[in-house]
């Protein structure tokens, strides 16, 4: 098992900033990559941004510009720098891990609980 904490989310007005933080520990052999996605009321859950090995990321379009991820591979943590908000980024914000567990050698995937995100207008 793989276990993801989040924690920065909150309430903030448009035009400002959060950084959300997410950390995994647990079975982990290896990580291959670790993003963020969110869902808004009503909405399918989708991708905010994701990092992979090394220095390769990708950003939803809607963020671009705005939002930066990163990503501390000693400590299993990855980042997500948020500003300039905008009250469409309102959601519930989750983490996602993707790697190698220990135990058995194969592919995971897991995600955190959820941080959730207001960005009043």
């Known amino acids: 098992q793989v276990q993801l904490v989040e924690s920065g989310g909150g309430l903030v007005q448009a035009g400002g900033s959060l950084r959300l933080s997410c950390a995994a520990s647990g079975d982990i052999f290896s990580t291959n990559a670790m993003g963020w996605y969110r869902q808004a009321p009503g909405k399918q859950r989708e991708l905010v941004a994701l990092?992979?090995?090394?220095?390769?990321?990708n950003y939803a379009d809607p963020v671009k510009g705005r939002f930066t991820i990163s990503r501390d591979n000693a400590k299993n943590t990855v980042f997500l720098q948020m500003n300039n908000l905008k009250s469409e980024d309102t959601g519930v914000y989750y983490c996602n891990w993707k790697g190698v567990v220990s135990r058995s050698l194969r592919l995971g995937d897991y995600w955190g609980q959820g941080t959730q995100v207001t960005v009043s207008s």
């Open positions: 990092i992979g090995r090394g220095v390769s990321t």
